[in-house]
Nanobody, 122 residues
Framework: QLQACGGGLVQAGGSLRLSCAASGRTFSYVALGWFRQAPGKEREFVAGINWSGGSTFHADSVKGRFTISRDNAKNTVYLQMNSLKPEDTAVYFC?????????????????WGQGTQVTVSS
């Protein structure tokens, strides 16, 4: 029901834009988020957004470089990633749920996308 795309290989300092489209149901009234998981590490919160898009939350590690946004008419959430660093390399997942917007707890989200690989070379 959540399909993420937009990952790829990019050089440090470059940009990527991830998209996550929902199908089968509307996610207009739930919080959305992006998480990432690097090999051997736990899944970590990257960014979250409330149902209207009026409130956004970003992890300190990406603040000022990444921006989450959503288009409810398209049932899609985005993650604009600028000034990418090698440490941003991970599989990125989108998530949706009836949670407090910006929740950093993966277990609180009800729906997950399949993940898209982001690799940043130095």
């Amino acid at each position: 029901q959540l399909q993420a795309c937009g990952g790829g290989l990019v050089q440090a300092g470059g940009s990527l834009r991830l998209s996550c489209a929902a199908s089968g149901r509307t996610f207009s009234y739930v919080a959305l988020g992006w998480f990432r998981q690097a090999p051997g590490k736990e899944r970590e919160f990257v960014a979250g957004i409330n149902w209207s898009g009026g409130s956004t939350f970003h992890a300190d590690s990406v603040k000022g470089r990444f921006t989450i946004s959503r288009d409810n008419a398209k049932n899609t959430v985005y993650l604009q990633m600028n000034s990418l660093k090698p440490e941003d390399t991970a599989v990125y997942f989108c998530a949706a749920g009836w949670v407090e917007a910006g929740s950093a707890q993966p277990g609180q989200y009800n729906y997950w996308g399949q993940g898209t690989q982001v690799t940043v070379s130095s």
